[in-house]
């Protein structure tokens, strides 16, 4: 008990701020984009899926196995899971099938979770009551969202409707 009430106020003691301070630095690089105002590339206007996004799913499937990839703009590659790896295949039947799909979009959306990425852009096209349909339906029943808000532009002196910002509150 002690050793826990210790760490508290140790946790306690790092989170306070000082007096005085009016300012503080996120040095978080996610950020920028958790509030929409971060810049999407947004490639060429001849492309047909398009660039503008922070974070892309990727689903790649060969005769065996099925892996899921959650791609950042700039960095790659942020969350993976596959059917592939021993401690998950070692649970499916088979690597490809319509269970191994929807286990394995539990677990990557448990690690999406985890990450705190909850909105990425899916370019899939599922059949009706395929496997990639399965996937994608239980992805959104655990709570991720396949469409990511759009970014948020500086307002212009000339625009009649200036938005809500999500930073500031207004009650």
């Known amino acids: ?16 701020c000082a007096e005085g301070v009016k300012h503080l630095v996120n040095r978080n690089p996610r950020n ?8 999407k590339t947004d490639g060429y206007h001849l492309e047909k899926p398009g660039r503008s ?3 892309k799913l990727e689903l790649t499937a060969s005769n065996k ?10 960095n790659g590659t942020v969350v ?10 070692q649970h499916l039947f088979k690597g490809n099938d319509t269970a191994a799909y929807v286990n394995l979009a539990k677990i990557f959306a448990t690690r999406c979770m985890e990450a705190g990425l909850t909105e990425m852009r899916c370019d899939l096209q599922p059949k009706p009551n395929g496997k990639v349909d ?13 469409e990511e808000p759009e970014r948020l532009k500086p307002a212009r002196p000339w625009d009649m409707e200036r938005p809500e910002k999500p930073w500031e509150v207004t009650e």
């Open 53 to 55: 996004y922070w974070h």
């Open 134 to 146: 399965k996937f994608l339906e239980t992805l959104t029943s655990c709570g991720i969202k396949l």
């Open 1 to 16: 008990m002690a050793s826990s009430r210790k760490v508290f106020h140790k946790i306690q003691e790092l989170n306070k």
């Open 32 to 39: 920028l984009e958790r509030l929409r105002v971060a810049y």
């Open 80 to 89: 993976e899971s596959s059917t592939s790896e021993w401690a998950i295949k």
């Open 65 to 74: 196995y099925v892996s899921a990839k959650l791609n950042h703009f700039q």
